[in-house]
């Protein structure tokens, strides 16, 4: 093995060769696992929560493929329409063109191009964290199976009444032209204003103030409503009010949806520009009046001064107009959620469209009821209500876009309007009995990206094709997936699932957190906090940096904040610390459904963790290779630290098994940390050298001992395999023959399981009270200031019989770990001299002091330690006690300062408590 860990080239070798020798394929077997993929955006890149939801996915993925299950992770990704065809028209506006210079056809040709020259660069990403996904099975959202799988969908909803056209309220993008969902719009809180108009009373006889934060929208105005039982207005109702600047009378009428404490107590009520206010007008039968085009400007409903005009030059307008007319009572600034499309960046509109629409309710019973019965299990289970919420109260699904990009809606019109729906144009024809003569047009619409994505579970596996892999891996055994998408996406697929296969798409739902930075906030451009995984993975130098996170940014300001605290946070840039240590660090942060906090020093201690097991494996090869393991017929004896550690071995074992079964990946890791680090290397390494070196050692002993390294390494190896695939690949090809393994991969090797017969009570027990011996030595080393070179005499105080055995067993180890001198056991008779003591149960451990330290020289290091801790303890109190501090600086910063001060205050404890000692001396 080479000297030094170097992650790149090894990660790059092995993935290459695992994909060209098909492991990731399904292998056959009598128990299917089955993993979906959340399909990535054809023109995404990797991002953090790409990065940690895919780990979690590998990990089971590995671990299921170990484990011997046939294992599928099914490879894809969406063709994400909006999205798409916003980066290939923004090419061909650079070319001073747009899609309607090319015409349909030719510009969905041009997408297909630019998907397969530049859309795949987040599957060469998922490839570079070493993602285990079936690439032999690939598919994309537009692939000729999935369409028809598309098709079939909708055909066969429109058949039964459940998808049907309809003029509706819905999300529109003004600046895109088209409808979009909920996931699709950003609200955000902006500042914005109140105003107060007054509707004058019809007979003259009064007026109301209405409150509105959308002035313009009053010239679709259909009633005016307040709390039916606000006493101020109870006389008013039914009564109606003159809308200024339209010659209209609308009523006034009484809904709960009022709340009295807002505003003034009466709102207006546009129902074809507000979906709260639709939901009001449909209750009390008012008409839809719909002021805006498809631009967002005032169509010829409205009055024929603000014709043409946008929403933003009419709102200027209007309330120029009645403040004119005396109708203008106030305006008041106002925080209000300002929603914005999350690709144009512009306001959206609530707009009134013939759209095309999935009936939700029939499809949800069944859907809530396959989680209620328990077919369906969340993972924290406390999502379920959140599904619950959504499903109780679920809206029809609008499902139709006006792009080019897209699954064209299957519908055909003639020039008298008729709508005809069929898998094609001659299956429509043939169907209703139309001409050839007959002109029929297909609807221009294409559907919304949500749709095909509901089918993925089976549109992947081959439906409506009767496949083997349908009979083999459907229902899928678990969806990984983030809380935001329940709505759009997960119980989509389980109301598709239901009703297409008549049964669940997957049996568990396991949802995690969001990725957070160090100090809890969400990544976003904006901020400048985003950390991409594979800047972490291969480095990224401080320029190349600063240009990634200030491009684009058309605020100067913001500009230099992002690269003055990128300076601050990474002023040499960021290192290399290669997928495995990215991989561990986020499996070590994801307990269920809790949103994680990224730390760097966190990957870099886990890029350390890389090291350790790399420096561990040359100690074991340098002390195996060529030498007699014991593999054959050969008699081992075995020691009590390889008892130990076999013990230890097993329940590691069990402990990781049984966290990963319950997605518990943070205790997994855990698991192996402490056991990788502080048991095998930390003290079975060193414990090893004892038995190795020493000329008394049997050779049986020695066979014993070097085969236990291996086999433990090996086991180990496996254990971490699923979270770490890479070093530990490089590693087992290095050990697996010592080991007496077979095979050409870790991959495919058994997942270790625990042996009760080989935990040993007894030997814990000892091998406990030797590194309780050995720490207790090492700790007076270290209070005292003794060199660690310094051979120390020891005298045993209180030794049991049980003690002097141990001792008796294990005085080599003692002797060499804690470098010890002489151990000499007292009777009850003998004084103990002046000691530092340390406790293993009752037995106390003396180092006689005389001779070992100088104790003035001792007292002056320890008061100058106390003196420098004395003075940042009172730097940190003054500053947690002045208010300024306290009100201004971010939470995160006041919780460092207060950790750092209980941190010095142990400090000072235990210096003070040294210094007392030694002063007794």
């Known amino acids: 093995m080479d000297k030094t860990y170097t992650p790149h080239d090894i990660e790059s070798r092995w993935y290459r060769q695992w994909e060209e020798q098909g492991y990731f394929e399904p292998k056959g077997g009598d128990s299917a696992y089955c993993i979906m993929i959340p399909p990535p955006n054809v023109t995404g890149s990797l991002h953090m929560g790409h990065a940690f939801q895919d780990t979690i996915m590998d990990s089971l993925a590995r671990y299921h493929r170990m484990k011997g299950h ?39 040709e041009r997408i297909w191009d630019w998907k397969e020259l530049s859309g795949n660069t987040i599957t060469k990403q998922l490839r570079r964290m070493g993602t285990s996904l079936d690439w032999s099975r690939e598919r994309f959202t537009m692939d000729e199976g999935l369409s028809k799988a598309v098709n079939e969908v909708f055909v066969k909803l429109h058949e039964e009444g459940l998808i049907y056209r309809g003029k509706r309220l819905v999300n529109w993008d003004p600046k895109l032209h088209t409808a979009v969902s909920d996931l699709e719009v950003i609200s955000q809180e902006e500042q914005g204003h109140m105003w107060h108009m007054r509707y004058p009373l019809s007979d003259g006889s009064g007026e109301m103030i209405v409150a509105t934060t959308r002035p313009e929208t009053m010239l679709g105005d259909a009633c005016v409503a307040v709390h039916p039982s606000d006493e101020r207005y109870q ?75 946008d929403r933003v ?5 209007v309330v120029q107009d009645l403040d004119d007319l005396d109708l203008l009572v106030k305006v008041e600034d106002h925080r209000l959620m300002i929603p914005r499309g999350d690709r144009s960046g512009v306001i959206i509109e609530p707009l009134l469209t013939d759209q095309w629409f999935v009936k939700a309710k029939p499809l949800a019973e069944p859907a809530i009821e396959a989680v209620k019965s328990g077919k369906i299990k969340f993972v924290p289970e406390n999502w379920d209500k959140t599904y619950y919420n959504w499903m109780n109260d679920i809206q029809d699904w609008c499902i139709s876009r006006q792009i080019w990009w897209g699954h064209r809606i299957p519908a055909w019109y003639d020039e008298s309007g008729n709508i005809y729906v069929g898998r094609n144009e001659a299956e429509v024809r043939e169907q209703n009995n139309l001409a050839d003569s007959l ?71 396991y949802i995690h957190g969001l990725v957070r930075d160090a100090e809890g906030q ?53 290192p290399s610390f290669g997928t495995d240590a990215l991989r561990f660090t986020f499996a070590s942060l994801a307990s269920t459904g809790r949103d994680i906090r990224f730390d760097l020093n966190r990957i870099e201690g886990n890029r350390n963790f890389c090291n350790k ?41 069990a402990s990781v098994i049984t966290s990963i079964e319950k997605y518990r990946f943070d205790l997994a890791a855990q698991s192996l940390y402490e056991f990788l680090w502080n048991e095998y290397c930390d003290w079975y390494l060193e414990l090893s050298k004892p038995i190795l070196l020493d000329d008394n050692s049997s050779a049986e002993q020695k066979r ?49 399981t625990p042996d009760d017969s080989k935990i040993s009570a007894a030997a814990e027990s000892d091998m406990q009270w030797v590194m309780d011996f050995v720490m207790g030595i090492r700790q007076i080393r270290g209070e005292m200031n003794i060199p660690p070179s310094k051979p120390l005499p020891v005298l045993l105080n209180h030794c049991s019989e049980q003690d002097q055995q141990r001792l008796t067993d294990n005085r080599l180890l003692l002797e060499k770990l804690a470098r010890i001198e002489s151990i000499t056991t ?4 003998d004084e103990a001299p002046q000691s530092a003591i340390a406790l293993v149960g009752d037995m106390q451990v003396l180092i006689p002091m005389a001779g070992l330290i100088d104790k003035n020289a001792e007292l002056e290091r320890l008061n100058k330690e106390i003196e420098k801790f004395e003075k940042e303890a009172s730097r940190i109190s003054g500053k947690l006690s002045n208010a300024s501090f306290i009100d201004k600086a971010p939470a995160a910063v006041i919780e460092k300062e207060r950790a750092k001060q209980l941190d010095i205050t142990s400090k000072l404890s235990n210096l003070n408590d040294q210094k007392e000692k030694i002063a007794t001396l």
Request: contains cysteine; charged residues 25%.
């Open 613 to 653: 097991l790399w420096n561990a494996t040359r100690y074991v090869l340098m002390n195996t290779e060529g030498e007699d393991t014991g593999l054959g017929a050969e008699l081992c004896v075995y020691s009590l630290p390889d008892q130990w550690i076999v013990s230890r071995l097993q329940k590691t074992e």
């Open 313 to 317: 030059t009419a709102r200027k307008q």
């Open 704 to 752: 014993g001992t070097r085969q236990t390294l291996i086999r433990v390494l090996e086991a180990v190896l496996r254990l971490l395999h699923p979270l770490m695939p890479f070093i530990t690949e490089e590693i087992w090809q290095q050990i697996a023959p010592l080991a007496g393994k077979t095979g050409n991969t870790i991959m495919l090797q058994a997942y270790p």
């Open 70 to 108: 046939n294992t599928l992770w099914q490879a894809g990704s969406d063709h994400a329409g909006i999205a798409t065809q916003m980066v290939v028209e923004r090419q061909l506006n650079a070319e001073g063109k747009t899609r309607h210079d090319l015409g349909r056809e030719e510009f969905v």
């Open 826 to 829: 007292l009777n009850a008779a």
């Open 439 to 509: 002109a029929l047009s297909q609807d221009e619409d294409v559907l919304d990206t949500w749709f095909s994505s509901a089918l993925w579970p089976f549109s992947t596996l081959g439906w409506p094709d009767k496949t083997p892999e349908l009979d083999t891996f459907y229902p899928t055994s678990v969806l990984v997936t983030g809380f935001d998408i329940i709505f759009f996406w997960v119980a989509r697929m389980i109301m598709m699932g239901l009703k297409f296969m008549d049964d669940v798409p997957f049996k568990e739902i």
């Open 522 to 574: 969400k990544m976003s451009k904006s901020k400048g906090n985003v950390l991409d995984p594979i800047d972490l993975i291969d480095g990224i130098t401080l320029d190349d940096l600063l240009e990634k996170r200030t491009k684009g940014l058309m605020q100067p300001k913001m500009a230099a904040k992002i690269e003055k605290d990128t300076r601050k946070h990474f002023p040499d840039g960021i």
């Open 235 to 309: 006389h008013l109702i039914g009564r109606t009010v003159h809308l200024p600047l339209c010659d209209r009378e609308i009523p006034i009428i009484a809904d709960d949806y009022v709340d009295p404490e807002f505003g003034t107590g009466c709102v207006k009520i546009t129902p074809a520009h507000d979906f709260n206010d639709y939901d009001v007008g449909q209750r009390h039968d008012m008409p839809l009046i719909n002021i805006f085009t498809v631009d967002a400007c005032l169509n010829d409903d409205c009055p024929e001064k603000y014709r043409g005009m």
